[in-house]
């Protein structure tokens, strides 16, 4: 039985409660995993695993609230259907097919909603995957924001495929596959509430691709894959560093933040490993594997950048350190909230 953490004692929903950080891990556990535990819900993963006579399958599901619904390097159309994709992909899955729901604000432009639907459509067909089936409801003007769109997806688990928390050892290695922080400062400065001006891009990609390449390339080498949304690099590392009872030492001068991600971060207050990443897959590999799984992700257009940022130690067990570029070590907790809500 999974460990609790503190009690869940607000009797309203916050934002915090949408953030990915502690409040969303304490929502999630102490209201909808007592209500609905399961043994394929227990695990809390990007997706659940199922088996049907023989057949092992994936099936996630994933809501986009983001604002503004366009931005730039993407809009809330293929951020939906990426991160129901990567959702799939980062557990193992070979993604099989998506349905989508739509809430539709009263007044919203019927032009705005063909370009939505054109861009979910062009970031299907990439992954190969169809959109078969789905939803639509309209509610009364002021009531949605606009529109928000809710994926579900389910994906064939290969032969032989097993990724997990259980899998992590002490003296694994870190990777991420490219600079993280990017979608997230995107969508910020998008916003146009900070009157900040920067050259920034959502990095929202699929990354069936990359994972399928690990897989393949690394065998029972590969042992756990996330990608970094809500909440960041920082969240994903401590939900896993407490789901393994392990510790996960990062390298601040490995970290593969692009200078202008740094900078805005900077003036914001804000620390890029809290910060979403919507095209970056994190990985942990055992160690004679790492120098391989860096190749493979390189070899990848969208892994270039991929970076070795890290291991993984025995002790303190849960937590989750980083050696600063200055020499010294500090603790990177996991956040109540997150400074940024709404950005997927």
């Given at each position: ?18 953030a ?17 535990e ?16 023989g ?17 730039p ?11 129901t ?44 995957v ?14 949605a ?90 969240t ?35 620390d ?20 391989r ?52």
């Amino acid at each position: 039985m999974r460990e609790r953490g503190p009690k869940l004692r607000e009797t309203l929903i916050t934002l915090a409660h949408g953030a990915g950080g502690k409040a969303t891990r304490m929502l999630i556990e102490q209201v909808f995993l007592e209500a609905f535990e399961n043994p394929a819900l227990r695990p809390l993963s990007d997706a659940a695993l199922l088996e049907h006579d023989g057949v092992r399958l994936a099936f996630t599901t994933d809501s986009s609230v983001v604002k503004p619904i366009f931005f730039p390097g993407g809009d809330i159309g293929d951020l939906a259907v990426n991160g129901t994709v990567n959702d799939l992909a980062v557990s193992g899955a070979r993604p099989l097919a998506l349905s989508a729901g739509f809430v539709i604000e009263e007044g919203f432009p019927v032009d705005d909603l063909r370009r939505v639907a054109a861009s979910m459509a062009a970031a299907a067909s990439r992954v190969g995957v169809p959109l078969a089936t789905g939803d639509t409801k309209v509610v009364e003007r002021g009531k949605a924001d606009g529109l928000y769109i809710t994926t579900a997806g389910v994906g064939v688990m290969p032969a032989g495929v097993e990724l997990g928390a259980d899998r992590v050892a002490p003296g694994d290695r870190l990777l991420v596959s490219g600079s993280i922080g990017d979608h997230g400062m995107a969508v910020v400065v998008a916003r146009g509430e900070l009157a900040l001006e920067a050259d920034l891009e959502s990095d929202t990609a699929p990354v069936h691709e990359l994972a399928a390449a690990l897989g393949e390339g690394l065998g029972g080498g590969l042992r756990w894959m996330r990608d970094p949304t809500r909440g960041g690099l920082a969240t994903a590392l401590n939900e896993l560093a407490g789901d393994a009872g392990v510790a996960v030492w990062l390298d601040e001068e490995a970290l593969p933040v692009r200078p202008v991600v740094a900078g805005t971060c900077e003036i914001l207050g804000i620390d890029p490993l809290y910060v979403a990443s919507e095209g970056r897959l994190v990985a942990i590999v055992a160690p004679d594997a790492a120098e391989r799984a860096l190749e493979i992700l390189r070899s990848h257009p969208q892994g270039a950048d991929a970076a070795v940022i890290g291991e993984v130690r025995d002790e303190p067990e849960g937590l989750v350190f980083l050696d600063t570029a200055l020499g010294g070590g500090r603790v990177v907790d996991m956040l109540v909230g997150d400074p940024l809500p709404r950005i997927c």
